[in-house]
């Protein structure tokens, strides 16, 4: 059975001030979405779902259907702000969805096989897809379900246009995802980061810290359980015009009740994004190298 790939593209990228899942930065018009799709058909996923808000519908269809529809069968689910479990309402001030642990529950009646989840404004490499690919085939017999994280040297995921937030892992010897800690406001300090701690005192962070990048591996059980965390969620915070339900935190909470293990995948590439404007001319002159050196064709779909 292939493995299907999901594709969070609902955001509307605040800080970056345009809808950047759409923004070109290779060839013919190549957005890092087409390089994320071309690496997961290489690596044998079958499926792409892209998560949406439902006003970037005909914006999308008209982008990615003609480039896809001959090679990949893709499918749309929609993250909406009243798109909520059955006794629980979206209070009046509310306008943003409540975040990426829902976006991947809009993709639920979607997804039936192994899949993947993956930002639609991130560009993992060619290397992640594979190592997702291989983890998501396996067919090894397990007390609890193990899922799998992509994880990267933060050295390779700073940016110079910028702060940033990521995911510090903590992981055993072996390779597991022991814990997830959210750190703000991180800048590029050499081949290290920095940040501000709650007392404003600036911490250092290694560059060889993984850290994750919201590329994930999961088999379809795991629905069922966000979409219980999800209500747990709802029961602290339904009346909150901007708490959101993160796809990290609800992963932690698994892992702290027991409920799942993550096995974190290494990877030989190097992440880019477009968190803020200043990125795009990066990773533009990234993926240039790249056409270079042979790794992708001058265009993608031709």
Known sequence: MKSTLVILAAGLGSRYGDLKQLEAVGPGGATIMDYSVYDALRAGFGKIVFVICPK????????????????????????????????FAAPPGRTRPWGTGQAVLAAESLVKEPFAVVNADDFYGADAYAELSAFLRREEPEDVPTYAMVGYALRDTLTAAGAVNRGCCRCTPDGWLERITEVCHIERHGSDGQYPDESERTRILGGDQIVSMNAWGFQPVFFDQLRKRFEDFLRENAASETAEFYLPAAIADLMRAGEAGVKVLPTKDTWAGMTHPGDKPRVIEMIREMIGRGRYPDRLWD
């Open 56 to 87: 970037m519908e005909t914006t999308f269809r008209a982008t990615i259907d003609q480039r896809y529809e001959r090679r990949v069968s893709v499918a749309y689910g929609f993250q909406r702000v009243d798109a909520l479990p059955p006794g």
